[in-house]
Protein backbone atom coordinates (compact mmCIF):
# COMPACT_ATOMS: atom_id res chain seq x y z
CA UNK A 1 0.00 0.00 0.00
CA UNK A 2 1.10 3.16 -0.62
CA UNK A 3 2.03 6.50 1.52
CA UNK A 4 -0.91 8.48 0.09
CA UNK A 5 -3.41 5.22 0.37
CA UNK A 6 -2.07 4.69 4.38
CA UNK A 7 -2.85 8.31 5.35
CA UNK A 8 -6.33 8.10 3.53
CA UNK A 9 -6.71 4.68 6.04
CA UNK A 10 -5.83 6.47 8.52
CA UNK A 11 -7.50 9.67 8.58
CA UNK A 12 -11.05 7.18 8.08
CA UNK A 13 -9.83 5.25 11.13
CA UNK A 14 -9.10 8.51 13.59
CA UNK A 15 -12.80 9.53 12.18
CA UNK A 16 -14.34 6.63 13.45
CA UNK A 17 -12.30 6.38 16.60
CA UNK A 18 -13.67 10.40 17.44
CA UNK A 19 -17.09 8.92 16.50
CA UNK A 20 -16.69 6.21 18.68
CA UNK A 21 -15.24 8.28 21.42
CA UNK A 22 -18.32 10.42 21.08
CA UNK A 23 -20.80 7.64 20.82
CA UNK A 24 -19.45 5.79 23.69
CA UNK A 25 -20.01 8.90 25.73
CA UNK A 26 -23.29 9.84 24.82
CA UNK A 27 -24.57 6.02 25.59
CA UNK A 28 -22.78 5.99 29.06
CA UNK A 29 -23.88 9.54 29.77
CA UNK A 30 -27.96 8.72 28.37
CA UNK A 31 -28.47 5.15 28.65
CA UNK A 32 -25.70 3.66 31.56
CA UNK A 33 -27.65 0.16 31.62
CA UNK A 34 -26.02 -0.48 28.29
CA UNK A 35 -23.24 -2.05 29.57
CA UNK A 36 -22.63 -5.22 27.15
CA UNK A 37 -22.92 -2.33 24.32
CA UNK A 38 -20.92 -0.01 25.73
CA UNK A 39 -17.97 -2.82 26.39
CA UNK A 40 -18.43 -3.68 22.31
CA UNK A 41 -17.81 -0.09 21.81
CA UNK A 42 -14.99 0.27 23.92
CA UNK A 43 -13.43 -2.76 22.47
CA UNK A 44 -13.98 -2.03 18.75
CA UNK A 45 -12.10 1.61 19.73
CA UNK A 46 -9.26 -0.47 21.40
CA UNK A 47 -9.03 -2.55 17.98
CA UNK A 48 -9.21 0.64 15.61
CA UNK A 49 -6.23 2.42 18.34
CA UNK A 50 -4.04 -0.77 17.40
CA UNK A 51 -4.67 -0.37 14.03
CA UNK A 52 -4.15 3.51 13.49
CA UNK A 53 -0.80 2.78 15.58
CA UNK A 54 -0.42 0.05 12.98
CA UNK A 55 -0.30 2.03 9.93
CA UNK A 56 1.85 5.29 11.92
CA UNK A 57 4.10 2.79 12.84
CA UNK A 58 4.37 1.87 8.38
CA UNK A 59 4.63 5.95 7.63
CA UNK A 60 6.85 6.43 10.02
CA UNK A 61 10.30 4.28 9.88
CA UNK A 62 12.15 3.36 12.54
CA UNK A 63 15.50 5.30 12.89
CA UNK A 64 18.66 3.86 14.57
CA UNK A 65 20.30 5.82 17.31
Known sequence: MNND???EQLNLLRQEHR???IAID???LNNPTEQL???RMKKRKL???DEITLI???L???IIA
Open 5 to 7: ALL
Open 19 to 21: DLD
Open 26 to 28: ALA
Open 37 to 39: RLA
Open 47 to 49: RLK
Open 56 to 58: EDQ
Open 60 to 62: VPD
